[in-house]
Each structure stands twice: as structure tokens, then as C-alpha cells.
């Protein structure tokens, strides 16, 4: 058995084979890894199959209750006098704003749903993959708050956007911009999201999403689209993704299905979510949320279709339990995760894209209460086959904070979550033949010719994490994991350089904000 004098001289002499070259050796090789730009990863091809927990006997029950659901319940859809019109033509049945359904009329229409679809970047290299066995891991959506440890939580403003943008893009494993990655309360609620979609295609050149919180902003967000994009691009092609929240339960209010119509008709994605908190917007059990998720879905991507034929979009499934005690919504139990999985796997009976799942935590801090929780939303996301992530990092506190150490501790999950997609390599490199031969019994594989070859990319080297020993640890300040990303993030953000965007096309943003801000009082409700 070898010493531990042999391996450490092994690991830091090349094991005789490379010697201790001029500048350093072993240090100079730690800051040749460590130095330059952070290369950004492509999205996720999974090469490990779905999880899969419900038979066919199963599934099959699921969609015939949620088609009960669809035809003697019905879903509302709320002051869309369009939309019901619409509905009526397609042969539901419409009493009042409630809608019935002929059994099997919703799964008809959504045949027309692209089984996946390339979001494009402006960057092209970028863009991104949705549907099939690709994952796309987005950061978090919504907060109205933002937290870091020198100034605890705090309302959100457009300059924490703007640097939850910058670290989105020098993540290696987010693949996507994300859309509201924090709530910018500081400029007028009908003005801001002219500077949040502004700030993706700014300081990003990754895919994003667009404003969803009135019709009118969804067309300024096309409009801005269009002005990097091209018109014509725009409309035979999908630049953003966007998120449509069913206000469960069973109902659709006027300014998701407004913001609905203006993308489908664009031809750009949408997200039909379900947020259901189970025990108070759905029954509290598990199958019990997915025949009404799953109902929910299908009377938002069915109606998109009757928007326009053929235009892409994604099954969503926001599934959280709740404390029946407090009635606070709670993370990383089991009965969400075995939601995840069933409805992973009735959005690939549909045949569409699937979004579900993130890092999700009802921690304040980012502590082990955070981690536990958001690894155990996490790996079920991964195993389940989720095509599009949202709050893949930053979440904390239930969605109500933006926590930017959670997010680069999150983005550092996220790695491990991609190499270990990769699956196996069984190539001959990977079957390792000739380092077994090499070494043979008794020895080590420190120094042989295939370590020597695979050390720089053998394992998944965390930014985050400490393997140093504890002397060392100790004399580097003792520092915990949430003081280690404290000065990551810094770092990052600090070591930020915008993609390059074309003058004109800058200018012309510029110019169409500022007329359509002047065109409006402010608003702040």
C-alpha cells in the first residue's frame, strides 16, 4: 500500500514523469487552472435515462381524472372575453367564465406542440435546446428581496439585477439568463421592465426571458427583442421564454392569458405553470396535485394553440407542500419530488418540454437547512429529466430572496449536476485498461501515464468547498462556506466583462426605452 509521503510526492512532482517545472510546479499549474475566463458550459444532453417511479397503469389513471377534471369541473378563464370566444369556437363548452371540456379536446390541441425547440442566444453558441433529453439550468425568478452577508435582507434594486445578470453569465453551468432574477423595486413598477430585459441583453449574451406581468410589456419585450434580433427572426424563430403561472386552482386570469396571446402569437415559448402550494391551492396528496397540475396545463398549452398553431412551449410544475401548522410553504420534502417525477413523466407521454424542480429552500440563510433542501429538490430535477430549470440557483427564504452566496453555491451544485449527466465514459480512455496494466498489485495510480494524462479533468474541482487540511484551512482564516462564496461572488463579479453588443443596436434599445418610459407617468403599483 502506498505511503502518504509517496502520494504527496506524486501529486506534486508529476509522479517522475513531468518533474517540477520552472515557475512554481504544483502552485504555477493551481493558478494556470484558476486564471482567465470561466468557459461557459453547453446546456445538458443527459446521458443517464429518466427516473422513472409510475407504471403505465399508473399514468394512465392520472390522465383519465385529470380529463374528469376537464370535462365536469372545468377551468375559469377570468375577464378574456377573447379567450372564451376562442374556446367556444373550438367546441368547449362555456358557461359564463367557466370552461368545459370534451374529453380528449385539450390533448388534441397541444399535438401541434413542438416536442422541442431551439431558444436562440445572440450569441448563437449560446442558444439552447428545450425538450428531449436536454436540461437548461436557469437561476432564480421573482424575489423581491436580495441578501448578502454585509447587507443582510434588503429590497431589491436595479443594480443587484444587473449583477445577478453578470454572475448568471460567468456561472460555467447556468445555461440561461433567467428572467426576473430579482424584483429592481426602485424603479416604477410599469417602467422596470424595460431596464430588466435591457440588462439581459446587455451585460449577457445568453437566452432570457421576457416580461409577463401585462400584455404591454410583453410587447415592449418583443419589440426589444426584435431590435437585436431582426423582425423577421423573431417571428419564425423563439429568442425568449416566458413564464405563465395558472392561478390555481383551476383558473387563468386576464394578465397571464393577455401575456399568452402576445407571445404564442409571436411565436415565442411559454412556460404553462401550475403554482401549487399542496394542501391550500390543491388537495395534499401527491397524485391528487398531479391530476390537477396536469388538467391546469393542459387548458393553458391547448389554448395557446388555438393562439397559434405550432408554437413552442413547456409543461411547468410548481409543487411545494406546506407546514400545516403555520401553512408556511415548505422545501425539499418527498411528496413534491414524487409530484416531480410523475409529471416528468405525463410531459413526456404529451410529448412536450417540461420545466420543473431548481434549488428550492425555505432557509433565511444560506445554512444547511439550505443545502439539504435545495439538494433534495435538486437531484430529483436531474434524475426526473426536467427540461428547463428555473431558480436552478439564488432562491432562498421560499422565493421571497435573492441570496447571492446561495448562488454561486448553487451554480457550483449545478457543475456536479452536469458531469454527473454525462454518465459513463466507455471509451478506451475511460476503461483505464493500460493504467490497471500499468500499475499492477501493490502500487498506486498517483504517478502512472493515465492519471498523469486525466488529473486535470478527472474530477469536478467545487469552487466552493475546502479539502484543504485543517492546519491549512485554520491558517487561511477558517472560513465557512458562506464566507467562502461571500468573497467568490465579489470576486466574479469583479472579474465581470460584458459580451460585446453592437453600437447601433444598443443605441437603438436605448432610444425606444426612453421614448416608451416618456410616454407614461410612472407607476408604482
Known amino acids: 500500500m502506498a505511503r502518504i509521503s509517496e502520494i504527496e510526492d506524486a501529486l506534486s512532482s508529476g509522479g517522475g514523469r513531468r518533474g517540477r517545472r520552472a515557475g512554481g510546479g504544483a502552485e504555477a499549474r493551481r493558478a494556470k487552472r484558476g486564471g482567465g475566463t470561466t468557459p461557459k458550459n453547453r446546456y445538458i ?3 443517464i435515462p429518466p427516473y422513472e417511479i409510475l407504471s403505465e397503469e399508473n399514468l394512465t389513471l392520472i390522465e383519465e381524472n385529470a380529463e374528469t377534471v376537464l370535462q365536469e369541473i372545468g377551468i375559469e378563464f377570468r375577464d378574456d372575453p377573447e379567450a372564451l370566444a376562442m374556446w367556444r369556437e373550438a367546441g368547449a363548452d362555456v358557461d359564463g367564465e367557466r370552461v368545459r371540456f370534451p374529453r380528449g379536446l385539450c390533448r388534441k390541441l397541444c399535438e401541434t406542440i413542438p416536442s422541442s425547440f431551439t431558444q436562440h442566444a445572440r450569441n448563437p453558441e449560446r442558444s439552447v435546446e428545450i425538450g428531449g433529453n436536454n436540461t437548461v439550468f436557469a437561476p432564480v425568478y421573482g424575489p423581491p428581496f436580495v441578501r448578502d452577508i454585509e447587507g443582510g435582507r434588503r429590497y431589491a434594486t436595479i443594480e443587484d439585477f444587473r449583477n445577478f445578470v453578470k454572475l448568471a453569465y460567468m456561472a460555467p453551468a447556468l445555461h440561461h439568463s433567467g428572467g426576473t432574477v430579482c424584483e429592481p423595486v426602485d424603479i416604477p413598477v410599469n417602467k422596470r421592465h424595460f431596464d430588466m430585459v435591457y440588462a439581459h441583453l446587455r451585460y449577457s449574451d445568453l437566452p432570457f426571458m421576457g416580461s409577463v406581468t401585462a400584455p404591454e410589456r410583453a410587447e415592449d419585450s418583443v419589440a426589444m427583442a426584435k431590435l437585436v434580433f431582426g423582425e423577421d427572426f423573431v417571428e419564425s424563430n423563439t429568442v425568449m421564454i416566458n413564464l405563465i403561472n395558472a392561478n390555481s386552482p383551476m383558473t387563468f386570469d ?16 411559454c412556460i404553462v405553470t401550475p403554482f401549487i402550494l399542496s394542501g391550500a391551492m390543491a388537495p395534499v396528496t401527491p397524485v391528487g396535485v398531479m391530476t390537477q397540475t396536469l388538467a391546469e396545463a393542459l387548458a393553458g398549452l391547448a389554448f ?6 405550432g408554437a413552442p412551449m413547456v409543461l411547468g410544475s410548481f409543487a411545494s407542500s406546506i407546514s400545516m401548522q403555520s401553512g408556511a410553504p415548505t422545501f425539499g420534502t418527498p411528496e413534491p419530488a414524487l409530484v416531480l417525477y410523475g409529471m416528468a413523466a405525463l410531459a413526456r407521454r404529451l410529448g412536450v418540454p417540461f420545466r420543473s424542480g431548481g434549488s428550492l429552500c ?5 445554512d444547511a437547512q439550505a443545502a439539504h433542501e435545495s439538494t433534495q429538490t435538486l437531484i430529483p430535477t436531474l434524475l426526473g429529466g426536467v427540461n428547463f430549470v428555473l431558480h436552478a440557483a439564488g432562491w432562498l427564504e421560499g422565493g421571497l430572496v435573492s441570496s447571492y ?5 448553487d451554480a457550483d451544485q449545478l457543475g456536479m449536476m452536469q458531469t454527473f449527466a454525462g454518465g459513463y465514459d ?6 483505464a485498461m493500460d493504467a490497471l496494466r500499468e500499475v499492477g498489485p501493490g502500487s498506486h495510480f498517483l504517478g502512472c501515464a493515465h492519471t498523469q494524462a486525466n488529473f486535470e479533468t478527472a474530477f469536478y474541482r467545487s469552487s466552493i ?14 472560513r465557512d462556506a458562506f464566507t467562502r462564496a461571500n468573497a467568490l461572488y465579489k470576486k466574479t463579479l469583479a472579474d465581470y466583462q460584458a459580451p460585446a453588443l453592437d453600437p447601433a443596436i444598443d443605441e437603438a434599445l436605448r432610444a425606444f426605452i426612453k421614448e416608451r418610459k416618456d410616454s407614461m407617468p410612472d407607476a408604482f403599483a
Open 405 to 409: 452566496e446561495k448562488f454561486v453555491i
Open 465 to 478: 468547498a475546502d479539502n484543504n487540511s485543517f492546519e491549512q484551512w485554520e491558517a487561511e482564516g477558517a
Open 304 to 309: 395557446s394553440q388555438l393562439v397559434r398553431p
Open 254 to 269: 386576464a394578465t397571464m392569458l393577455g401575456a399568452l396571446k402576445v407571445y404564442a402569437r409571436h411565436n415565442q415559448a
Open 426 to 431: 466507455l471509451s478506451e480512455n475511460g476503461q
Open 362 to 366: 425555505g432557509s433565511k440563510l444560506p
Open 45 to 47: 444532453q443527459r446521458q
